[in-house]
């Protein structure tokens, strides 16, 4: 046990849970119209509330024990033969620690898929949905990728979660938004942001919170938290400038909501490729991350007509996929923490694999959840409910009293 | 007695407002509203989506006035509100049967 690397890993986990409460809350809220903004304040807190009690009982289990290529055991289930003192294998961290920060990542990963299903879910379906999702497949796919599985065992590279928590959330979030159709109006007569200032504070949150996330992914101390932590910032300030400019030549006006999406787009793209890139390597990551996931928004928004209302595939999905094929060609630049014996088209394969099933398992097990979350509770609100807002007609109350 | 209605430029407020003191105008009211005229709202961009926003943000004044100071209120009310854009709103007139402070029970012109 290590005193300055659990100090970190303690504070990164409180920045990674300040990325959801009220960061990613904040920043869809204000992307909502004002009649829904508690509701997405509702699915943030309550997913937070069940996924941690989840994690607890069997996710981590699931994750991070010793079991198969595909799946962790059940012998930590409640954490199981956890003690105060325990230290977690291969790092010098508490395991009660390494456990939570974790958690705080399994909290993220399901409300990231809150912007695929605002302003018309049923509440009942988000907590189903989010549950068993996080068991079906955020704990395998964290199991073979973090947890000793079969894409760690081929030394696939996401440093903090390109695939584990992105590409999961961005490909499940278009599969819920696909299945559960649209708003009413999409895309014709939806109604804009009702509070951009919102959006803005909620994304400098996630900014913050997310050196936590990508620095914390070192668990330790040490010459790879700081340079993730560089990194992760020289991204996020590329993209954000990238996606503004791109903007302010297309429509004529340099916009906050599109400045700040482009922030969460380069924080998204440099996630995986964090503890492996030095300054340069991140500086190109948000520069192609602001570029690609501003051309996706117009993709699956506006081209392919599929409303995942506040853009999670294309920001995060996209994002986390393309930092993740992109590690390899830039590790190698000063910096960076090279490839060792193995090649850039060998690790490049390898990559490729991790994304592409990673992918696939999401969609099909987010199908199959989603059908047994209708058969169970239904999806939608009615088409009154959700014309008067989820707020009111959800939860009995309202954002705004002027 | 006449009753103006006027729905301005909420920037114009202020120079309206100031305007109205000096030529004596005693009182007035303001709501916050929204609404369209040949505007017809306008578009906003998110994230490469164009939104309509078709109600737009004004200013209404209510002011109750002596007929024969109506004229140089419409009057002031015309020079301060326009700006020569679109938008600059609209001014309405109406007859006005009575009026009473309630405080002193005075009616009529005295309780303007």
């Known amino acids: 046990m290590n005193a300055a690397d659990t100090a970190w890993i303690l504070t990164s986990t409180a920045l990674v849970l300040l990325m959801t409460l009220p960061g990613l809350a904040l920043f869809y809220g204000g992307l909502v119209r004002s009649q829904n903004i508690l509701s997405v304040l509702m699915h943030c807190m309550a997913i937070a509330c069940l996924a941690s009690i989840l994690w607890l009982a069997v996710g981590y289990t699931l994750a991070f024990s010793e079991g198969s290529a595909w799946l962790g055991g059940l012998q930590k289930a409640f954490l199981a033969g956890v003690g105060r003192d325990t230290v977690f294998e291969g790092t010098t961290l508490p395991e009660s620690v390494f456990f939570s920060f974790q958690m705080t990542f399994a909290v993220i990963t399901p409300a990231l898929m809150v912007g695929a299903f605002v302003e018309r879910i049923k509440f009942s379906a988000v907590l189903i949905i989010s549950a068993l999702w996080l068991l079906v497949v955020y704990a395998p796919v964290t199991h073979w990728v973090w947890g000793g599985g079969w894409l760690a065992e081929r030394g696939v590279m996401d440093f903090a979660g390109g695939i584990?928590?992105?590409?999961?959330?961005?490909?499940?979030?278009?599969?819920?938004?696909?299945?559960?159709?649209?708003?009413?109006?999409?895309?014709?007569t939806v109604q804009p942001p009702h509070a951009p200032w919102m959006v803005m504070v909620g994304a400098s949150l996630l900014w913050v919170g997310w050196f936590g996330f990508n620095a914390g992914s070192a668990l330790g101390a040490n010459g790879d938290a700081g340079m993730a932590l560089l990194v992760t910032h020289m991204s996020a300030a590329t993209a954000s400038l990238v996606w503004v400019v791109i903007e302010w030549?297309?429509?004529?006006?340099?916009s906050l909501v599109g400045m700040v999406t482009g922030t969460i787009a380069g924080l998204?793209?440099?996630?995986?490729?964090?503890?492996?890139?030095?300054?340069?390597?991140?500086?190109?990551?948000?520069?192609?991350?602001?570029?690609?996931?501003?051309?996706?928004v117009d993709l699956v928004k506006h081209r392919?007509?599929?409303?995942?209302?506040?853009?999670?595939?294309?920001?995060?999905?996209?994002?986390?996929?393309?930092?993740?094929?992109?590690?390899?060609?830039?590790?190698?630049?000063?910096?960076?923490?090279?490839?060792?014996?193995?090649?850039?088209?060998?690790?490049?394969?390898?990559?490729?694999?991790?994304?592409?099933?990673?992918?696939?398992?999401?969609?099909?097990?987010?199908?199959?959840?989603?059908?047994?979350?209708?058969?169970?509770?239904?999806?939608?609100?009615?088409?009154?409910?959700?014309?008067?807002?989820?707020?009111?007609?959800?939860?009995?109350?309202?954002?705004?009293?002027? | 007695m006449k009753y103006i209605v006027a729905i301005i430029q909420p920037h114009r407020l202020d120079p309206v407002r100031e305007a109205l003191s000096e030529i004596g105008v005693s009182g007035l009211t303001v709501t916050e509203v929204k609404g369209y005229g040949r505007q017809k709202g306008h578009t906003e961009i998110y994230r490469g989506a164009e939104?309509?926003?078709?109600?737009?943000?004004?200013?209404?004044?209510?002011?109750?006035?002596?007929?024969?100071?109506?004229?140089?209120?419409?009057?002031?009310l015309s020079n301060e509100a326009r700006t020569g854009n679109i938008g600059d709103g609209k001014i309405f007139v109406l007859p006005m049967e009575s009026a009473q402070r309630i405080r002193t029970g005075e009616t009529g012109n005295e309780a303007l």
């Open chain 1, 164 to 188: 584990v928590v992105h590409v999961t959330a961005g490909a499940s979030a278009a599969a819920i938004a696909v299945m559960l159709g649209a708003r009413s109006g999409f895309p014709k």
């Open chain 1, 268 to 296: 998204a793209t440099i996630t995986p490729a964090s503890g492996f890139v030095g300054p340069m390597g991140g500086v190109f990551l948000g520069f192609a991350g602001g570029v690609i996931c501003y051309v996706a």
């Open chain 2, 51 to 76: 939104y309509a926003v078709h109600y737009l943000p004004k200013v209404k004044l209510e002011i109750a006035v002596s007929t024969e100071q109506s004229e140089r209120v419409i009057e002031v």
């Open chain 1, 249 to 254: 030549i297309k429509f004529g006006k340099p």
């Open chain 1, 304 to 402: 392919m007509k599929i409303d995942d209302s506040l853009d999670v595939l294309a920001v995060h999905g996209v994002g986390g996929a393309l930092g993740t094929l992109l590690v390899p060609f830039l590790v190698g630049l000063p910096g960076g923490a090279g490839l060792g014996e193995t090649s850039v088209a060998s690790q490049f394969s390898v990559q490729l694999l991790g994304v592409g099933s990673v992918l696939v398992w999401s969609i099909i097990a987010t199908i199959i959840i989603v059908m047994i979350t209708k058969a169970v509770v239904g999806l939608r609100v009615s088409d009154e409910a959700e014309l008067e807002g989820l707020d009111s007609s959800s939860h009995g109350e309202s954002g705004y009293r002027l």
